[in-house]
């Protein structure tokens, strides 16, 4: 739920294209969409346009770990088209077909080999029949992926080779017809009302036949009494009524049938394996002389098939061009239903890649007739109506795709790019090529050569190559040790080649540093041993080869290490035990050998269960130490599928240690090197902003290039540079830190004593806020920035803003259409492919290019640059909600950074000069540049430029974009931007916010009413008490919670509102069943944009589906709190009700008030949001909430604000509990301003109660010092200072209130020296406040005309009943012996007199002695608090009622 990082995926795909050896294929029923699946585990998504007989390559989904086997259609919702995917390993995936993205996944022991989609009566969603190495029929849900139900044997029970579906006239049910490897046919009878859930449903009926291994069952449609069974050696027909068989075709010699279908009541479709198939005649002549026709119900079709009466094969169906296939084909058989009677197409994809279209003609019996009667009989030959395929895509594009290496000249033909390595410190791609040699260039330069235009195209010595060779054949392998451990040499990369040599090269020189040739095959993989090795395996690296061996090589002495050569099999997996010297070697065939690293001898060889819990034992191992890096644990070194090669990179340098430092925190992090505490979560310091990866669907294919923008560790690169350059004075005053504010806050509410402050000043070294100083901002990050929103940006829709883009920020315009990525569940990728365009050419606006220059430029060049210009401006914008909302994502926050980083731009040398300026002023704070009107006016500009690229993205887009002439305009998804609303980079936290809200404000009423409708039935139902999670409270500390010294929550009765003492105990005994997980935080590991892997298993599909159901709750609550909190208060949009209200106000409460819990932890994204939802929508829930117990959670969060929280503006990752504390504290703001009152009443309530309770806190043995009133009174005194400045009116009718909390606060021992103005000063602008140093008294008016004189010395108030309108003001004498009072409500001014009793003893007494009558005052100044009446003394017995136009009045005591 936001806690995951921002990427954005973009590919290049190079110039040739990917291999796609089909092993299925689907055609949707619409007729729009063929889906193709590869024995690569790829899958690759089609645009059909049947009137033009046009087949485009969309998108490449990359995921599978193996071969896929069978694909079903998912049905439809929520306005998109759903594809369900199963692969060989028992993978099973679920995917959107408008973007690609995986939202569902299943990995289980059961391998379909068939998939069926069937939408049964009475029910909404479609159910997938599967069938495979299981004995029986597994009845799956495709969204959920969860088995509703299955159908079972009694009767030899066996696997499933095929199955049917069909309902029969006038029923109500479904039929099921099943055959079994063995030969067996299956019956069941199935009803949705007859459906029980873990209960099978077992066949009603069972013969035996003669067809073993069926591969295609099919009832005949037309009359629902004939079945085709389908085997390797034959094909029969069947009564559907008794299965007696019909007729019997053998296979003709050399061939297998794979399948087949009914074209009509008498006519058969079956193809083989060679690509070929066969339409046939079922048998309509003479049987025992009388004539009868292909109809079941005669007798006579029952008789024995004689030899002369066997079906007539008509037609044969084969491509244009015969070609040898190595794998068998797909097929497909479809039947569309159109005006005239039905359209009936047959689908081939093949081991080429090549997806062949039959659209096959009815061919009529008079027709059939005239074809017999030609002799010899020849058959009708149907070609294919169209042939595709990516390469001939690939063939039709002009100019091809661009790829990495596209720059270098002279190269026609240029060798294939066959390893890939991203060297994020340098900056620089590695590319080994097929011809031995290894090609160095800087990556960002590189890349903006080839997407963007710009002045570099003119610079000679932009992205010059370096070029190393030193091998003899294809390069396979390539590491950089010192990007996996700084233990490594930085200057070494390491190769491994085809020709069985390492070579060792000096990236910087390009010199070869050493050569190894110790193994007997081509290298196949290199790896890095963990750290905790002995010292000479750390200098040492691990290379796999082709001849079954693993190496260890010393990159220091030079020389080989071990040799392990003994292993019978490939290897397949590499792991290490460093305690015990062990090196563990798993193989292909499930062997384990363990060899002894520094003796290099064989150990054991271990097989069979034994060999797995070795395996398993290595892996707890490493994940208990933490040791790790690539060598951590093995791949797969066959490259089972590029996936995980793809992804490994990825999530082993980047997101598994961002997600494992976010959780267990920053000081573990960092160890106890630092006796400072660090706010700043450092997990994303380290990561660089731009990673590229190499892609391959097929290990004999060239690489393409995924690189994936991360936007946080962006933002956190040009934010901490720009912090460094600041000094804390310029942090002060930009809003950044609120230090000084904090430091005068926390002065007040200690004693005051030097040694006090002096210890606050020392242990506040949190109210300076550090600045992690990793690296600067190199021009690298700001190419990175700069490509990244060229390449987003809507060009076209503003030229006004382009043109300030291009010349004032530093934008360059996109040279092609970019083909861009999305990351989805499991990491699961969807890639677009350069073939596709959103906008069909039909639809494309005219180009916008000057006359004399689309005259000079190649007809293809001119083709690009409008397919690019229609992209940027309209089509980005119409591929998928997903797309639009990642990208506008990372637009509006990376332009937000730029615009605060006191309006940065991307032009490099605008830049350095900005920094300099800001150096110099930095270093120069007195003196006045001369510059410095012009700089400011420059920065201005700038300013402006990003706010209005930032408002075109967040609110103007989609006019912009249908006033081009879209009308596809996909809107940002709102769940997405919900589960972002309190991201963990509060640039991307923003920009999710401001997006969410505008997009609720574009739906309209009729919208929102919508999506409450659709959100609401997620949310819980709570009652009271609230309920928790499934453990009970304890006091116990849970993973996030804060440092022991500081808990987040204490169980005292001062704060027992918000604690165990009353929310414990009773409440979970009161709360059982879902109620008591339905609140719950979704689990980290299975949020929707999680890029690491699924758990196994059918156990672990209840802990996915009790996830799913909690992130739906999860999201359900922040957008009903979203939409209540800014459009809640229309009634029209539900609220007014209250039940939707009191609802939403339940769950956001009780995340706040929920203790924290291993379900549940105390800081979390889902928390931060339900503070900050219920501070925006305080005025909407407070009918529903308990406003002490919220005030004082929230306190509770912020009561180390001084200590660890920025201001809101400060734009570095926190912490997860500064995080917490800072958005609790905006919070409060938030509630203060919303609704003053409420929040002086209750606060005054709680310090009445907190005094009561310090009274007696000896008697009652409680530590008054560990209750929230008094942790958080700095936060309360910054509160009741803000509210002082802001909402003066509200505090004047409160002014008593407002006295208590503030006395609470400030310590007494500031008030014995000095008087309340330096203080305190905000509060003495009231009139109706009066300080009197010599008796340390202060005097404050009421509304209801008393006087409360609050004795510093006893610590007590006295209320004085004085007037009987409001006081409006208050004066202490000088010496203190009077007191005078003024009503402007009955004007009247009285003079007061205090005695003590005697001796100093008793009670003193406050009594009135004179009264005078005032001049009225008009009504104008009674309106404004501004211009009320002052008593002024100018003497000891003389006071001058003074008013606001300076008339003047004297009164004597």
């Known amino acids: 739920m936001g806690s995951l990082n921002l990427v954005v995926p973009l590919v290049m795909w190079g110039r040739e294209s990917p291999t796609h050896d089909i092993s299925c294929v689907l055609l949707t029923q619409d007729v729009q969409t063929v889906i193709t699946g590869s024995r690569d585990g790829q899958i690759c998504v089609w645009d059909f346009e049947p009137p033009k007989l046009k087949l485009t390559p969309r998108c490449l989904l990359v995921g599978h770990t193996a071969s896929v086997t069978c694909l079903a259609p998912g049905g439809d919702a929520r306005g998109t088209t759903f594809l369900v995917s199963s692969s060989e390993n028992g993978e099973m995936c679920t995917w959107d077909l408008r973007d690609g993205r995986c939202v569902e996944v299943l990995r289980s022991a059961n391998i379909h080999s068939s998939m069926k989609a069937y939408h049964m009566l009475n029910v909404e969603n479609i159910r997938l029949f599967c069938v495979g190495n299981y004995p029986e029929i597994l009845v799956y849900d495709p969204h959920t992926l969860d088995i509703l139900f299955s159908l079972a044997t009694r009767i030899h029970p066996d696997w499933i080779s095929a199955l049917h579906i069909l309902r029969p006239p006038k029923r109500n049910d479904e039929v099921v017809l099943g055959v079994t490897t063995g030969g067996w046919v299956k019956v069941w009878t199935v009803s949705e009302r007859e459906v029980r859930p873990r209960e099978p449903i077992f066949e009603h009926e069972s013969k035996m036949i003669r067809s073993l291994n069926a591969l295609c069952l099919v009832c005949c449609s037309y009359n629902q009494r004939t079945v085709l069974i389908v085997s390797q050696d034959d094909w029969q027909i069947y009564d559907a009524g008794d299965f007696s068989q019909l007729c019997r075709v053998l296979v003709p010699p ?133 042939n595709q395929s990516m390469m001939k895509a690939w063939a039709a594009m002009t100019p091809p795709p661009i790829g990495v290496l596209d720059q270098l000249e002279g190269e026609k033909h240029p060798p294939r790019i066959t390893a890939s390595l991203f060297l994020p410190l340098q900056g620089r791609l590695a590319c080994g090529r097929d011809d031995g040699s290894i090609i160095l260039v800087p990556a960002t330069e590189t890349i903006m050569l080839h997407l963007l235009h710009g002045k570099h195209h003119h610079y000679h010595n932009w992205a010059q190559p370096m070029v190393l060779r030193g091998h003899q054949g294809r390069v396979n392998c390539l590491l950089y040790p010192h990007g996996e451990s700084p233990r490594y040499d930085m200057s070494h990369l390491v190769s491994g080649g085809i020709d069985f040599s390492i070579n060792v090269w000096d990236m910087y020189t390009g010199n070869l540093v050493h050569r190894f040739v110790v193994q007997a095959g081509q290298i196949l993989q290199l790896l890095v041993p963990p750290p905790t090795c002995t010292p000479r395996i750390q200098n040492c690296i691990c290379s796999v080869s082709e001849d079954h061996s693993v190496a260890l090589l010393s990159i220091k002495e030079r020389k080989l290490v071990l040799l392990a050569s003994k292993h019978l099999y490939p290897v397949s997996t590499v792991k290490w035990r460093p305690e015990h010297d062990f090196l563990i070697v798993a193989t292909q065939d499930g062997s384990v050998y363990v060899w002894q690293m520094e003796t290099g001898h064989l150990d054991r060889v271990l097989q069979g269960v034994t060999a797995e819990e070795v395996l398993g034992a290595c892996d707890e191992h490493l994940a208990s130490t933490g040791a790790g890096g690539s060598g951590s644990g093995g791949s797969d070194v066959g490259l089972a599928n590029p996936a995980v090669h793809l992804f490994r990179g990825l999530r082993h340098r980047n997101l598994a240690a961002i997600r494992h430092a976010a959780q267990r925190g920053i000081q573990q992090v960092l160890g106890e090197q630092n006796n400072h505490q660090d706010i700043h979560d450092s997990s994303k310091m380290r990561t660089c902003p731009l990673m590229i990866q190499g892609l391959r669907t097929n290990k004999q294919d060239a690489n393409s290039h995924v690189l994936f923008f991360d936007i946080e560790a962006l933002i956190v690169q040009l934010l901490s540079d720009e912090y460094t350059l600041m000094s804390p004075g310029t942090l002060e005053a930009n809003d950044l830190i609120m230090s000084s504010q904090y430091h005068r806050m926390n002065v007040l509410t200690h004693p005051a004593s030097p040694e006090a402050a002096k210890k606050i000043a020392d242990g506040s070294g949190s109210g300076r806020v550090q600045i992690p100083r990793h690296f600067d901002v190199t021009a690298q990050t700001l190419q990175i920035g700069q490509m990244l929103m060229s390449l987003l940006h809507s060009w076209g829709l503003d030229p006004s803003l382009d043109h300030t883009c291009e010349h004032t920020l530093g934008l360059l315009r996109p040279r092609v259409p970019v083909s861009y990525g999305l990351i989805s569940k499991s990491g699961y990728m969807s890639l677009l492919m350069p073939t596709w365009h959103p906008v069909r050419e039909d639809d494309m606006p005219a180009i916008n290019l000057p006359p004399d220059l689309a005259a000079e430029l190649p ?114 998804m709102v769940e997405i931007l919900a589960r972002r609303w309190q ?394 012996k009077y007191l005078t009072s003024y009503s402007m409500g009955e004007n009247r001014l009285s003079f007061w007199q205090t005695s003590s009793g005697m001796f100093g003893l008793g009670a003193s007494q406050t009594k009135c002695t004179k009264t005078f009558s005032t001049a009225p005052v008009p009504d104008i100044v009674r309106m404004n608090p501004q211009r009320l009446p002052k008593l002024v003394w100018i003497s000891n017995k003389t006071v001058v009622h003074m008013m606001a136009d300076g008339t003047e009045h004297r009164f004597n005591a």
């Open 983 to 1376: 991201d963990r980079c509060q640039e991307v936290r923003e920009a999710a916010q401001a997006l969410l809200k505008t997009e609720l404000t574009r739906m309209g009423p009729e919208g929102r009413q919508k999506l409450v409708e659709t959100w609401s039935p997620h949310l819980p139902t709570h009652t009271e008490p609230l309920p928790t999670g499934p453990t009970p409270y304890t006091n116990h500390e849970p993973p996030n919670t804060p440092r022991p010294d500081q808990p987040s929550s204490k169980n005292t009765v001062g704060n027992s509102p918000v604690h165990t003492a009353t929310n414990g105990g009773n409440v979970v005994s009161g709360n059982s069943g879902t109620n008591n997980e339905r609140p719950m935080e979704p689990h980290p590991h299975l949020d929707e944009d999680h890029y690491d892997e699924e758990m196994d298993g059918e156990t672990c599909r209840e802990l996915v589906a009790q996830s799913e159901g909690r992130k739906k709750q999860a999201t359900a609550i922040i957008l009903l709190g979203v939409i209540g909190a800014y459009h809640g208060q229309d009634s029209a949009e539900g609220f007014g009700l209250g039940n939707l209200a009191m609802q939403t106000s339940k769950a956001l409460a009780y995340l706040v008030l929920a203790t924290g819990s291993s379900k549940l932890p105390a800081h979390t994204p889902l928390r931060r949001a339900a503070i900050d939802l219920i501070g925006r929508g305080f005025p909407v829930w407070e009918p529903y909430l308990d406003v002490a117990k919220i005030l004082l959670a929230l306190l509770d969060l912020s009561a180390e604000t001084d200590r660890l929280a920025p201001s809101m503006k400060y734009g570095l990752p926190l912490i997860p509990e500064a995080d917490s504390c800072r958005t609790a504290s905006n919070a409060l703001t938030l509630i203060a301003e919303a609704k003053p009152p409420a929040f002086i009443t209750t606060m005054a309530r709680e310090v009445a109660r907190f005094n009561a309770l310090q009274q007696n806190a000896q008697s009652l043995q409680l530590n008054i010092h560990n209750t929230v009133l008094h942790r958080a009174k700095t936060e309360i005194l910054r509160v009741m200072e803000y509210l002082i400045v802001h909402k003066r009116c509200h505090i004047m009718d409160l002014m008593v209130e407002v006295m208590d909390i503030v006395l609470h606060c400030v310590d007494p021992g500031h008030l014995k020296s000095r008087g309340l103005n330096e203080v305190f000063p905000s509060i003495c602008g009231f009139p109706q406040v009066s300080h009197c140093p010599h008796t340390r008294r202060i005097a404050t008016g009421a509304k209801n005309g008393s006087i409360a004189m609050y004795e510093l010395r006893a610590s007590k108030c006295q209320m004085i009943p004085a007037h009987g309108t409001a006081v409006t003001a208050l004066s202490f004498s000088p010496d203190g």
């Open 254 to 386: 050399g061939e297998r049938w794979m399948g087949g279908d009914f074209l009509s009541a008498d006519r058969v479709l079956v193809w083989n394996d060679m690509g070929h198939g066969y339409i046939y005649k079922l048998p309509t002549k003479l049987l025992r002389g009388k004539a009868v026709s292909c109809i079941v119900e005669s007798r006579a079709f029952h008789n024995k098939q004689a030899d002369n009466d066997n079906p007539v094969k008509y037609g044969i169906i084969q491509p244009s061009t015969e070609e040898k296939l190595v794998n068998a084909p797909s097929w497909q058989f479809l039947t569309i239903p159109v005006n005239n009677g039905a359209e009936k197409l047959l689908l081939r994809g093949d081991c080429e890649g090549q997806v062949m279209l039959w659209r096959l003609a009815d061919v009529s019996d008079s027709q059939l007739l005239q074809i017999q009667q030609v002799q010899p009989f020849k058959a009708l030959i149907f070609t294919p109506t169209l």
């Open 859 to 972: 007809p293809e060049m001119v083709a690009l640059e409008h397919r690019t210009q229609v992209f940027t401006g309209r089509g980005h914008w119409e591929v998928s909600p997903a797309l639009t909302t990642h990208h506008l994502l990372a637009l509006v926050s990376v332009a937000n950074t730029l615009q605060d980083m006191n309006a940065a731009t991307l032009i490099p040398e605008e830049e350095r000069r900005r920094k300099i300026h800001i150096q110099s002023s930095k270093s120069n704070q007195n003196s006045v540049s001369n510059h410095e009107d012009e700089f400011s006016k420059q920065q201005s500009v700038i300013k402006q430029g990003w706010s209005t690229l930032t408002a075109l993205h967040t609110v103007l887009l989609p006019d912009c974009v249908v006033a081009t002439g879209a009308t596809k305009y996909q809107p940002p």
